[in-house]
Antibody
């Protein structure tokens, strides 16, 4: 079955850019009616959706982060990536990638998820 | 953006108990509501999608109901492996948003 795995630096300095990659295995990132999403969770807190990409390259971002977020896809590597610029301590969180199944545009759900990777913003 | 709330924020229950968690949306979301279970140090796991559809492989003691603004997740007989935090999530509009979670722990 499809599995997702996040990778990237665990420590990022304030004002720099956080960069993470999600590698999809067990299936093609290009197949099916799926979006590919990033979601984060600060320690002890709830889940915040960051944004999504379709394999066509179309993207949607959370308005709260839109000015700082870029999500891209590399279908040849079966990967999609997240860049978050100008980070502060408030961006410290576990970052998850997830497949988002879409049915008729509204009936969407996240499954499966990657295991998550902790990114700490600190000098 | 659609705001999601959950109640209670936490509860204590015993094995075998029937547990009900409520999720409310700030506006009508039809049946575009999903439920996830998260255990400490793990990623969330999809339990219920489209308000009442059980994800493949999820035990039948989990069920979901509701439409519009009010939704319920029910665990008919709590098992030791069910102690976790549960989140609802709306997919009616972008950005998709999650409830704050309900922590279920051992009484």
């Amino acid at each position: 079955q499809v599995q997702l795995q996040e990778s990237g630096p665990g420590l990022v300095k304030p004002s720099q850019t956080l960069s993470l990659t999600c590698t999809v295995s067990g299936g093609s990132i290009s197949s099916g009616s799926y979006y590919w999403s990033w979601i984060r969770q600060p320690a002890g807190k709830g889940l915040e959706w960051i944004g999504r990409i379709y394999t066509s390259g179309s993207t949607n971002y959370n308005p709260s982060l839109k000015s700082r977020v870029t999500i891209s896809v590399d279908t040849s590597k079966n990967q999609f990536s997240l860049k978050l610029s100008s980070v502060t301590a408030a961006d410290t969180a576990v970052y998850y990638c997830a497949r988002e199944l879409t049915v008729a545009g509204k009936n969407n759900w996240f499954d499966p998820w990657g295991q998550g990777t902790l990114v700490t913003v600190s000098s | 953006d659609i705001q999601m709330t959950q109640s209670p924020s936490s509860l204590s229950a015993s094995v075998g108990d029937r547990v009900t968690i409520t999720c409310r949306a700030s506006q009508s979301i039809s049946s575009y509501l999903n439920w996830y279970q998260q255990k400490p140090g793990k990623a969330p796991k999809l339990l219920i999608y489209a308000a009442s559809s059980l994800q493949s492989g999820v035990p039948s003691r989990f069920s979901g109901s509701g439409s519009g603004t009010d939704f319920t997740l029910t665990i008919s007989s709590l098992q030791p492996e069910d102690f976790a935090t549960y989140y609802c999530q709306q997919s009616y509009s972008t950005p998709p948003s999650f409830g704050p979670g309900t922590k279920v722990d051992i009484k």
